[in-house]
Nanobody
């Protein structure tokens, strides 16, 4: 069982930066791939970024590539999402989610993720 808690959301001006954190419970967290997803008002939840359980592979949605960076510190049971050059359209609730243990593929559909946090709100203002 893995429990996830997101933090770091807030209000930021366009062009600014935020770093989200996803803190996990459980001694086996290092063996789970982790993804960040977001959901804007009136829209479907969408994939943002993911990192494999061995940290060598990262994946990004085209909309955030070059602006967002996902990383993990397994010693701290934490996954981060560094968000730079934020745009108005990045406004959403951001969720972290853990996938199947030891999964090392490149696809992270939301319905395949096994554990979810409750989300943290990111609001980008003009």
């Amino acid at each position: 069982q893995v429990q996830l808690v997101e933090s770091g959301g807030g209000l930021v001006q366009a062009g600014g930066s935020l770093r989200l954190s996803c803190a996990a419970s459980g001694r086996t967290f290092s063996s789970y791939p982790v993804g960040w997803f977001r959901q804007a008002p009136g829209k479907e939840r969408e994939f943002v970024a993911a990192i494999s359980w061995i940290s060598t592979n990262t994946y990004y949605a085209d909309s955030v590539k070059g602006r967002f960076t996902i990383s993990r510190d397994n010693a701290k049971n934490t996954v981060y999402l560094q968000m730079n050059s934020l745009k108005l359209e990045d406004t959403a609730v951001y969720y972290c989610a853990a996938g199947s243990r030891y999964y090392s593929g490149s696809h992270y559909p939301a319905n395949a993720m096994e554990y979810w946090g409750k989300g943290t709100l990111v609001t980008v203002s003009s």
